[in-house]
């Protein structure tokens, strides 16, 4: 083994024990001579990478108090050259969100590399095994997966630049691009008028999704005091069709239906479908090209912006000027009034 893949070796054991939670934010680390022994490289080698690592923010050295591990919220400073996508692929947007984001990237000479999330694995996991091999560059699109703070901040600190995509829960390691769900709602009801009409909204029963919650959020505080809300299986999600026929059987001859997913719009349009002597009108966040057959108003999300902002965010992320700070930025969807 060459002498820089030994003090990479260095580097990655330092890396992977923050990660793993066996060093935290303060601790001293071993000593240069028992970091030698340990790893069976030179002291040369070990003082190579601990210079490198206090380069980078990670580690600090203080007179009388050795080497401690220093925690930072600062991005990764970085060429851009690269980006990984990190995604469960459950969702069918995936092919549009991606076609609009290899557009951007194909511009500036980016390549982007999908990686789907093993699902014997948690996501930080799927992050930390991109960094060992030097991509530190990631936009992640969670859907249903849980996120583990304490991991991301451990990421963040070891120079991970990331960018979650649809959803707002993680505030302090990572910029969110996402809808602007409050400005969708509201242009669906405004859309549908003060008609009086029965209105119902369906949602997904799965609040591990962040824009399910929020969007039933949103519709209820929008509604407050005349609200109906069904909730519609997460489990069902591939084929709702028999669940909603028995919701569509209690509904009044002529209604209005708000729907938190393109997906619920599409099945309720084809079981309606099926119905005869019915006026029910749709309303729904997101669009597909059967949203016209079936007649449904919606709110489509913009991609080639969220695009946009994905890459804004990383590049900022990998500036190295040490002024990024996390935010969410909204995007807003267009109203497509049918």
């Known amino acids: 083994m060459e002498a820089t893949d030994l003090y990479i070796k260095v580097k990655r054991h330092i890396a992977q024990a923050i990660f793993n939670g066996t060093y935290n934010e303060g601790e001293r680390l071993p000593s240069e001579r028992a970091l030698s022994e340990e790893l069976g490289v030179s002291r040369v080698t070990v003082r190579k990478a601990l210079a490198e690592l ?38 069918p947007f995936f092919s549009s969100f991606i076609e609009a984001l290899q557009t951007i990237l194909d511009k500036q000479d980016i390549l982007l590399i999908y990686v789907q999330k093993s699902k014997y694995k948690s996501l930080e996991d799927c992050l930390f095994k991109l960094y060992k091999r030097e991509l530190y560059n990631t936009v992640i699109w969670p859907d249903d997966e849980p996120l583990d703070e304490d991991k991301l901040k451990r990421l963040r600190a070891i120079g991970m630049n990331m960018t979650f995509f649809d959803t707002d829960i993680q505030e302090k390691y990572a910029d969110r691009v996402l809808m602007d769900n409050q400005k969708a709602i509201t242009d669906l009801l405004k859309a549908a008028g003060k008609t009086r009409r029965p209105a119902l909204y369906l949602g997904w029963d799965n609040y591990q999704v962040y824009s399910v919650k929020c969007r039933e959020d949103i519709y209820r505080q929008e509604q407050a005091g005349q609200v109906a809300v069904r909730t519609v299986s997460w489990k069902q999600r591939m084929n709702p069709d028999e669940e909603l026929r028995g919701i569509v059987s209690k509904l009044p001859a002529t209604a209005d239906v708000f729907c938190g997913s393109g997906e619920i719009g599409l099945a309720l349009g084809r079981v309606l479908g099926e119905e005869k002597g019915r006026d029910v009108r749709i309303y729904s966040i997101d669009e597909f090209p059967q949203s016209q057959a079936y007649n449904i108003t919606t709110v489509a999300q913009d991609y080639g912006q969220s695009a946009t902002a994905v890459l804004a965010s990383l590049t900022a992320q990998c500036s190295g000027e040490g002024t990024w700070q996390a935010k969410s930025i909204k995007v807003p969807g267009q109203l497509i009034s049918r």
């Open 54 to 91: 206090g380069q980078e923010q990670l580690l600090q050295r203080e007179v009388g108090r050795g080497t401690q591990i220093a925690f930072h919220n600062l991005g990764h400073k970085d060429s851009l050259d690269s980006i990984c996508l990190v995604a469960p692929a459950k969702t």
